[in-house]
Structure formats: structure tokens, C-alpha cells
């Protein structure tokens, strides 16, 4: 009889024990739907440096298509409580194993992070792409090739070479893509040909970001000079005024957030230059004058490049209202970006063109009716040979 | 829609609680036939007509069948009819491209294929429907006289989309008349999570390094190694994958007063391929066995005959897995094994010490998953040269995936882990029930948010058996 009530007992602190649990994962279930939709929507992320997807009212169309719950389960995902912290912690912790050396010529260490669909390498403390060659990109580059020997025949071009990391075989340290041989092997006509001097992994670490894939302030304003001598303006050059470095918040560059490894961020340098006053349209529309008030935009996650030098547009106008000099075309990518404005200066109208976004672009026609004297390639690895700089291309670049 | 994904988790589920537990137990089937419909047509709207058109077609075939079963040969041609029609939608839905590209490629001719997309779970629903109809014609269920209970039976989202394959027969009782305890309610929930963590934290991540490298367009490029510990990725994605599932179906029907049948037991612990088909997929082995291999005779018959049985049972098997050459050779790589175990093998076997037979199973157990897995024949004939010739790979592909896979220990441990009856070890050894309870709920709890913050996180999360 006594054991008998021992085991009712038992069983009793079991039912309290399941209706605990069932308690528990009610919560979670319940607290996960109610705050999720009742709460006001997060606009936009900053560490993924993109909109956030919101929970939208469904209609007959979207339904059928199943784009509402395609949307749906990213807006759950988008705006579920915490839901950017708990990407913030397992993109710090959840990498296992954050570090493993192997001897290697080059960097003593040499440290490899794949994601779902690319494979990052870390030399030193630098996050650097896996190399590329000329054999795997030629069906591109003959079609760049192709427009590039057009650009001869119609302006005065200028090549310059910027050997970004995946040109660059950090194993045997070596360049794996060396654009300058190629397109001095390649162009015809009359053209300019410059190159960005890297040769090797130590030259490339004084021009590029540690965590970034774009081209640091050294690089660009070696960049800058460069062309300047290419376009026989050496004396032109302007000087440094000042270097802004932003330590706080530090910069978490494309590869950092791309491999997860935000345990990894650098300071960011830019430099300021005494430049004339001009106008500026972006994509048709005229815009601000540009004295970056960085200030007001930082955040934990700032993506300094871009709000610094300016985002990827179709097109951008700089207008120096100096009729007697050139008009120039600059053929761009993000890393034309930070030079945009300095080269500009020396110019009375500048057109930077990004290919990958501006629809329908007819290159002969645009050369006319810009009238336009010269035309600078910036021509990393991409512009010379990724899908994303044909014609008509995408704009899934970076 | 997924059970894991957070649509499932915090709008159909909590929704469907309140409804179902609250309303009038007349309408609890009902309830569960909308939600179902719902959740099947969440992925692909259009197809819920082609499940809707199936259940009305065989709910009159099979009264029909009732209604004639004193006239066996009217009955009989009703079983046949509804045999015709439902295989008829697996082969226009499934096969019909890939029976034109063979007939193309044999008689040299043009005819063009299809566009048709795959409906989710046609396999499962379709066998579920057949076994219906074909109990009903022998007489060991009893007709189902309302629509809406068969309905229920056939679209039950638990099971709707990937199995277990339910019989009629198991849940005929439980469609009027179930009750669900706290206990039964708890157990459930457990169960589900279970489910959830297999698919979440460790199928999901193991799919991560089995189709980067297996989708990969340079696949033939890796080293012998990198291959071999892809597909030992893959082994163990395809059993987390498909167990997790059946336990949150298994779950989600206690939740709901069902109690479904086991669908795998351990399958990787097996000494024999025979062991392995015992305890891998249970509801489809059982299946074929009832609905093929028996009325073909079984193994009461001679020898060749015999032998044909299995081979078509085989055969049947890997093509329900899909409309692709390298399931048929998977279905017959299985077929020559068990033929070979089951004449001499089995006997040699038994004298071998225990660790040598668990390799013997395991190796071939992943060989056949590499057949399974790589649709290509040649790509597959080209993994194989490369894994027995230990063929040394691309450098940079291999480095990069070298350290790609050492992020990935923690989860190919759990999944070995995973893989052995280390629960139920535990379960036996601690005797305090409070004790085992509470420690049991607070790791469960543990793995539900665990799940939620993968799925917050990892947006990467294929049903590998969602296209089967």
C-alpha cells in the first residue's frame, strides 16, 4: 500500500514535469508567431548590409505563384525575435575551427574558409580569394576583347591592370591571372596600357583590405597616380590633404561577412584632396556634392567602401564646367569608385559607366553623343573577364 | 511546406493547436483534412487537384469494389481499374520524361518531353491509396463510407509528403475514434523534436558538404578522400534526413491521437545488407512485401521463379526512389547483394567476428549510396575509379575543402552518435524517472532552439526525400 502511494506521488511530479514542458514549447512556438508578427518590422540589417524581408498581406496571385510563402518563411526568418543578434553570435562562434596552419611558402600561415558555393583562403591575417586563371574565363575575355578593340578604333584608351586577390595564386606566389600580359597580347590599335604593380602576395598586401576585396586607400591613390602618368598628366597629381582612419567602428569587409568570420574587422583609411567645385548626376538624377559625412552614417556594420567612395550606379556625370579640357569615359567597377572623383577633377566632363547596370548600353552611340576624348578601363580580373561585365551583363558582381 | 521551417513552427501548428483542440470531436477530421490540404498546397498549389481528383476516384472505386464484392469478377476489375488509374499518375507525373527520353534514345526518335514538375509525395500518397483499395478488395478493412475521413487518411500532413507509408489499416480505428492523453500529447512533442534536431542540426549540415562536392560541376576533380568523406556525408544526410522526418510524422500524429508504424530501426548498426532492409524504410519494404512480393508467390515457388520475384520487388524499389537509370541500378545492386546473402553469403557471414560484418554492411551500404546519390553514370563510374585508384585531386579544390570539412566534426559526430542506440542505453542505465525526465526535456528544449537558430540562420535546407 505505501509503495503503491510512493509511486502515485511519483507519477503526479512526472504529469508537472510534462505539463512544464508542454508550457516550454508552447512558449517558444507562441512567442516565436505573436512577436514575430505583432511587433513592428525591422527595416533592414545592419550587418548583412541589406533589407529585411517583412511579413506581407498574401493575394491570389502571390499565392499561386508561391513567391507569399516563399517570402513568408524569409520574413519569419527575417523578424523572428533576435533573429540578426543570433546571426551576429553563430557567425562569431559557430565556425568550430577557426584556425589551422599548414607550412606553406608564402605565408607560414595559410588558412582556408569555404561557404556554401566559394573558398576563401586567409594568408596572414588577410582573407584572399582562390585563384582564377586566363584558360578557365577565355570565353569572356574574347568577348570583352572584342569591345575593348572597338574602344581602340573610337577614343583614346587607356588600360589600367588592377590584379585583385583571386589574380593572385597565393600558394606559389605568383599571379595566376596576369591581365597585363594578356591584354598587351591581346589589344590592338592604339591604347595605353598600365598595370597596378603586384607581383606577388607581399606587394598585394600594401594595396588591398585585410577582410575586403577591394582595393585599400594606398592601392586606389597608387592607382590614381598611375593612370595620371598613363595619361601623360604626371604633373597634375593631386596631393594628400589629410587621412581619415575610422577605428570605431571598425570595418568588417565583404569577405569577413561573406565567410561568417566577423570575429575579423580592420581599420578603415581614406584620404581627402583639395578638388574644384563640380556637379554630379547619378543615373541621370543630379545629386549632392560630396563631403562624405561618414559620421552620420556609421554603424557596427558600415560598409565604409561604399558609403565612403560611392555605390555601383548605371552611370555617374561629374561636371567640372571646363570646357577647354577632355571629356573622358571611365569603363567601372567598385574599384573605380574611390579614384572616380580625383580623375574627374582633371576633366571637363567625366562619365563612369558600370556595365553590369546599365541596361541596353550602346558604346558607340554614348562615344558620340558624350563626345567623349578618352576612355580609362579599370581593368581587374572581373571587368576583363566575368560574365557580369558582358554586355547586358547581370549584377550579381561585386 | 517543411515541418522544418518557421512557417510550420510558429503559424501552421500553433494555429492548428487551437482549432483542433478546441472544436467538437466530429469535426476534428475535418479540421485536419483542411489544415492538410493547406500545408500540401503551401509548396505547390496546383497539385493539390491532382491528390484532390485521386481520393474521389478511388473513394468510388473502392466502394464500388464493396458494393461488387459478391461478384468477384466485377470487384476484381475494379481493383484493376483503380490499380490503372493511380499508377497511371505516378507514370504520367514521374516516369512519362523519362520512359520518352529512353524510347527516344532506343528508337532513334523525336518525341518531345513534357514540362512537368514532380508533385510533392505523389510516391507516398499513391501507395497509400493502392493498399487502401487493394485491403479494401481482400477484405481486411472494412470501406470507408465518408469522404472526409478517407480524405483525412490519404492528405494527413503528417505523413502526406514523405512517408511512413501508412496503411489503411493501422490508422482505420483511429480515424473515428482517438483520444490524445497529456502523455501521449508529451511524447509527441519529444518525438517531433527529435525529428526536427536530426533534420536541422545534423542532415542539413552534412547536406552542406555531400552537395558541395557531389553538385559540384568539377566533382571528378577531388580526391579519392574528399569523395569518400562526402559520401559518408551523404550517408548519414539521407538517414537524418529520412529518419528525422518519420520521427516528426511519427510525432506529429501522436500529437494528434495517431500512432503510426516505426520506419527505421537503427539501419546503420546492421551486419547484413538482409538486417539493413529490415531496419531502413520499414513502411516500404513491408510494403512490397505485401502488395508485390506475396501475391507473386514470395519464395513458396521455385527457384527462378523465385528469383524474379525479388528481382522485380528490386527493380520496383529503385525506380519509386526515381525516374533515373542510376535508381534501377541501385534497386538491382541491391537485388544481386541480398541474393548473394541469402544463398551462401549469410552462412559465411555468421562465423565472422561482429566488427568485421558491421564493415562489410557499412561499406556496401555506402557504395550503394554513392549509386543512389550521382545521377550520372559516367560521373559515377568516374568516383568510383577515382575512390579504388586513390586518385590524388585538385589542389585547391582539396584544400579548400579539407578545412571546409574539419568545421563540420561537431555534427559528423553527433551523427555517429545518432546513428547507435546510445538513447535507449542511457534510458536503461538511469533509473531516477524525475531525474531522466527532466534531464531528457531540458536537452529536447535545447535542440528545438538549437533547430530554431539554425533555421534562422541557415536558410540552406533541402526534404532530400520530398522528390521521391
Known amino acids: 500500500m505505501k509503495r503503491k502511494k510512493q509511486k502515485i506521488v511519483k507519477d503526479k511530479k512526472l504529469v508537472i514535469v510534462d505539463i512544464i514542458f508542454i508550457v516550454c514549447f508552447m512558449t517558444i512556438l507562441y512567442g516565436g508567431c505573436f512577436v514575430t508578427i505583432l511587433r513592428p518590422a525591422k527595416k533592414a540589417s545592419e550587418m548583412e548590409n541589406r533589407y529585411l524581408t517583412k511579413i506581407k498581406m498574401p493575394n491570389i496571385k502571390t499565392l499561386a505563384r508561391g513567391s507569399f510563402q516563399k517570402d513568408l518563411e524569409t520574413a519569419m526568418a527575417d523578424q523572428f525575435p533576435l533573429s540578426q543578434k543570433i546571426k551576429e553570435i553563430t557567425s562569431k562562434k559557430l565556425n568550430f575551427i577557426d584556425y589551422f596552419s599548414i607550412p606553406k611558402k608564402v605565408c607560414q600561415n595559410h588558412y582556408v574558409y569555404v561557404s556554401e558555393d566559394r573558398a576563401l583562403a586567409s594568408c596572414s591575417d588577410y582573407l584572399v580569394e582562390l585563384p582564377i586563371t586566363v584558360q578557365e574565363r577565355q570565353e569572356n575575355i574574347d568577348n570583352h576583347l572584342a569591345y575593348y578593340n572597338a574602344f581602340n578604333k573610337l577614343a583614346d584608351t587607356y588600360y589600367y591592370v588592377i590584379p585583385r586577390s583571386y589574380a593572385l595564386d597565393v600558394e606559389k606566389d605568383v599571379l595566376s591571372f596576369d591581365g597585363y600580359a594578356l591584354l598587351k597580347k591581346e589589344l590592338k590599335g592604339k591604347y595605353h596600357l598600365g598595370t597596378l604593380d603586384i607581383k606577388n602576395f607581399e606587394d598585394f598586401q600594401k594595396y588591398f583590405f585585410k577582410t575586403d576585396h577591394h582595393w585599400n586607400n594606398v592601392g586606389s591613390y597608387q592607382g590614381y597616380k598611375d593612370i595620371m602618368k598613363l595619361l601623360g598628366k604626371e604633373k597634375e597629381i593631386r596631393p594628400i590633404v589629410d587621412e581619415i582612419t575610422i577605428k570605431d567602428p571598425s570595418f568588417y569587409g565583404s569577405f569577413a561577412k561573406y565567410a561568417h568570420q566577423l570575429n575579423r574587422s580592420e581599420d578603415f583609411s581614406f584620404y581627402t584632396f583639395d578638388i574644384p567645385s563640380y556637379t554630379l548626376k547619378s543615373d541621370g538624377f543630379f545629386v549632392k556634392n560630396t563631403d562624405v559625412n561618414y559620421e552620420s552614417k556609421k554603424h557596427k556594420y558600415s560598409n565604409y567602401y561604399g558609403e565612403i567612395y560611392g555605390y555601383d550606379v548605371a552611370e555617374y556625370v561629374f561636371d567640372f564646367n571646363s570646357p577647354k579640357k577632355e571629356n573622358v569615359m571611365i569603363w567601372a567597377s567598385s574599384y573605380s569608385n574611390p579614384t572616380n572623383l580625383l580623375i574627374a577633377s582633371h576633366f571637363n566632363k567625366t562619365f563612369v559607366v558600370d556595365i553590369r547596370h546599365y541596361e541596353d548600353f550602346d558604346y558607340e552611340k554614348y562615344i558620340k553623343v558624350n563626345d567623349i576624348d578618352k576612355i580609362i578601363v579599370f581593368a581587374s580580373p572581373d571587368v576583363i573577364s566575368g560574365a557580369e561585365f558582358n554586355m547586358g551583363g547581370d549584377e550579381d558582381a561585386i | ?468
Open chain 2, 1 to 468: 511546406m517543411l515541418f522544418s521551417s518557421l512557417t510550420f513552427l510558429c503559424i501552421f501548428l500553433p494555429l492548428l493547436f487551437i482549432i483542433y483542440f478546441i472544436s467538437n470531436d466530429k469535426y476534428r477530421n475535418l479540421i485536419l483534412f483542411i489544415f492538410s490540404l493547406v500545408f500540401y498546397a503551401w509548396g505547390e498549389p496546383k497539385y493539390i487537384f491532382l491528390m484532390l481528383l485521386s481520393i474521389i476516384v478511388n473513394y468510388f472505386l473502392a466502394r464500388l469494389i464493396d458494393k461488387y464484392r459478391k461478384r468477384p469478377k466485377i470487384s476484381r476489375s475494379i481493383l484493376l481499374l483503380a490499380t490503372l488509374f493511380n499508377i497511371s499518375l505516378l507514370v504520367i507525373f514521374k516516369y512519362f520524361n523519362f520512359l520518352v527520353d529512353n524510347v527516344n534514345a532506343l528508337l532513334n526518335l523525336n518525341i518531345t518531353m513534357r514540362d512537368i514538375a514532380l508533385p510533392i509525395g505523389i510516391s507516398f500518397y499513391t501507395f497509400q491509396i493502392l493498399s487502401y483499395v487493394i485491403d479494401v478488395y481482400r477484405g481486411e478493412v472494412k470501406v470507408q463510407k465518408n469522404i472526409i475521413s478517407l480524405g483525412t487518411y490519404i492528405a494527413l500532413f503528417p505523413q502526406l509528403i514523405a512517408g511512413p507509408i501508412v496503411r489503411y489499416s493501422t490508422i482505420e480505428k483511429q480515424l473515428t475514434r482517438r483520444t490524445t492523453t497529456l502523455d501521449k500529447f508529451t511524447k509527441g512533442i519529444k518525438r517531433f523534436i527529435v525529428g526536427l534536431g536530426k533534420k536541422v542540426i545534423i542532415a542539413n549540415n552534412m547536406a552542406m558538404i555531400a552537395d558541395t562536392i557531389f553538385d559540384s560541376s568539377s566533382v571528378s576533380e577531388y580526391s579519392w578522400i574528399i569523395i569518400l568523406v562526402s559520401l559518408l556525408a551523404y550517408t548519414f544526410q539521407i538517414y537524418f534526413d529520412f529518419s528525422g522526418y518519420s520521427d516528426m510524422a511519427i510525432g506529429l500524429g501522436h500529437m494528434f491521437g495517431f500512432d503510426f508504424e516505426e520506419n527505421f530501426n537503427y539501419p546503420y548498426t546492421s551486419f547484413s545488407i538482409t538486417e539493413f532492409w529490415r531496419r531502413w524504410h520499414i513502411s516500404l519494404s513491408t510494403w512490397f512485401r505485401d502488395y508485390v512480393y506475396i501475391p507473386l508467390g514470395g519464395n513458396r515457388c521455385k527457384k527462378p521463379r523465385w528469383l524474379f520475384n525479388l528481382f522485380l520487388v528490386w527493380l520496383l524499389t529503385g525506380l519509386w526512389h526515381g525516374a533515373s537509370w542510376n535508381f534501377v541500378l541501385w534497386g538491382l545492386y541491391y537485388f544481386v547483394i541480398l541474393i548473394v546473402e541469402k544463398l551462401f553469403l549469410h552462412k559465411l557471414l555468421d562465423k565472422l567476428p561482429k566488427l568485421i560484418r558491421y564493415i562489410y554492411a557499412f561499406i556496401l551500404i555506402n557504395i550503394g549510396w554513392l549509386i543512389f546519390r550521382v545521377e550520372d553514370i559516367n560521373t559515377l563510374l568516374t568516383l568510383f575509379k577515382n575512390i579504388f585508384t586513390l586518385k590524388k585531386g585538385n589542389f585547391y579544390l582539396d584544400l579548400a575543402h579539407n578545412y571546409y570539412l574539419l568545421n563540420y566534426i561537431p555534427y559528423f559526430i553527433f551523427a555517429i552518435m545518432g546513428s547507435f542506440p546510445l538513447v535507449k542505453w542511457f534510458d536503461q542505465k538511469i533509473k531516477n524517472e524525475l531525474f531522466k525526465t527532466c534531464l531528457s526535456d531540458i536537452l529536447l528544449l535545447g535542440i528545438l532552439g538549437l533547430s530554431i537558430v539554425f533555421l534562422i540562420t541557415n536558410s540552406y535546407n533541402p526534404f532530400i526525400y520530398f522528390r521521391f
